[in-house]
């Protein structure tokens, strides 16, 4: 079956930087765009940008460009994320998602980056 | 950037009744328009995609429908299992756009 399984959860003090990783399995990786959410807890849902899983090219929302870098490890069907510089604001619950026929149809796990000094 | 204006924020509905969620677009976006339902600590799960179009998987009390730029999401029969937080999300235009979200309770 369809899953995509991230890393664990992270404890960060600011400044500092992180790599989520996200691992797909039981579909061809290349196949599908992979995204990137940003959840606030209590918050709603913020796009933070995709990668072309075939390519590598990555797209950026405005508000992630700079400190925020998709890539990928293709032959592990794996999809990461590294934010540098991290900030209280970071704090977040992050979550990869494949780009299906018609939407986001799978999701991880979801990775919770706290900030804290 | 493409606003997704969702409505209500939150409501309280009891079982059996019906139930619609409505997001307005600020730009045309097509049908590229998909609905999500997230329980608590858990990963948002896709229910309609193309604005009208269920989900395998998804019961069939729920379905998707559009009028011009607003979308609809409309639960028939609600049942238990039905409460969470509703998303929309536009996929036409980058950035992707997600509405504020409507908090569905049981009364």
């Given at each position: 079956q369809i899953q995509l399984v991230q890393s664990g959860p992270e404890l960060k003090k600011p400044g500092e930087s992180v790599k989520i990783s996200c691992k797909a399995s039981g579909?061809?990786?290349?196949?599908y765009a992979m995204h990137w959410v940003k959840q606030v807890p209590g918050k709603g849902l913020k796009w933070m940008g995709w990668i072309?899983?075939?390519?590598?090219k990555p797209t950026y929302a405005d508000d992630f460009k700079g400190r925020f870098v998709f890539s990928l490890e293709a032959s592990a069907s794996t999809a990461n994320l590294q934010i540098s510089?991290?900030?209280?604001?970071?704090t977040a619950n992050v979550f990869c998602a494949r780009l299906g026929k018609g939407g986001l149809d799978y999701w991880g796990q979801g990775v919770m980056v706290t900030v804290s000094s | 950037d493409i606003q997704m204006t969702q409505s209500p924020s939150s409501i309280s509905v009891s079982l059996g009744d019906r139930f619609t969620i409505t997001c307005r677009a600020s730009?045309?976006?097509?049908?590229?328009l998909s609905w999500y339902q997230q329980k608590p600590e858990k990963s948002p799960k896709l229910m309609?995609?193309?604005?009208t179009n269920l989900e395998d998987?998804?019961?069939?009390?729920f379905s998707g429908s559009r009028s011009g730029s607003d979308y609809s999401l409309t639960i028939n029969?609600?049942?238990?299992?039905?409460?969470g937080i509703y998303f929309c999300l536009q996929?036409?235009?980058?950035p992707y756009t997600f509405g504020a979200g409507t908090k569905l309770e049981l009364k």
């Amino acid at each position: 079956q369809i899953q995509l399984v991230q890393s664990g959860p992270e404890l960060k003090k600011p400044g500092e930087s992180v790599k989520i990783s996200c691992k797909a399995s039981g579909y061809t990786f290349t196949d599908y765009a992979m995204h990137w959410v940003k959840q606030v807890p209590g918050k709603g849902l913020k796009w933070m940008g995709w990668i072309n899983t075939y390519t590598g090219k990555p797209t950026y929302a405005d508000d992630f460009k700079g400190r925020f870098v998709f890539s990928l490890e293709a032959s592990a069907s794996t999809a990461n994320l590294q934010i540098s510089n991290l900030k209280n604001e970071d704090t977040a619950n992050v979550f990869c998602a494949r780009l299906g026929k018609g939407g986001l149809d799978y999701w991880g796990q979801g990775v919770m980056v706290t900030v804290s000094s | 950037d493409i606003q997704m204006t969702q409505s209500p924020s939150s409501i309280s509905v009891s079982l059996g009744d019906r139930f619609t969620i409505t997001c307005r677009a600020s730009q045309d976006i097509g049908n590229y328009l998909s609905w999500y339902q997230q329980k608590p600590e858990k990963s948002p799960k896709l229910m309609i995609y193309r604005a009208t179009n269920l989900e395998d998987g998804v019961p069939s009390r729920f379905s998707g429908s559009r009028s011009g730029s607003d979308y609809s999401l409309t639960i028939n029969s609600l049942e238990s299992e039905d409460t969470g937080i509703y998303f929309c999300l536009q996929h036409k235009q980058y950035p992707y756009t997600f509405g504020a979200g409507t908090k569905l309770e049981l009364k």
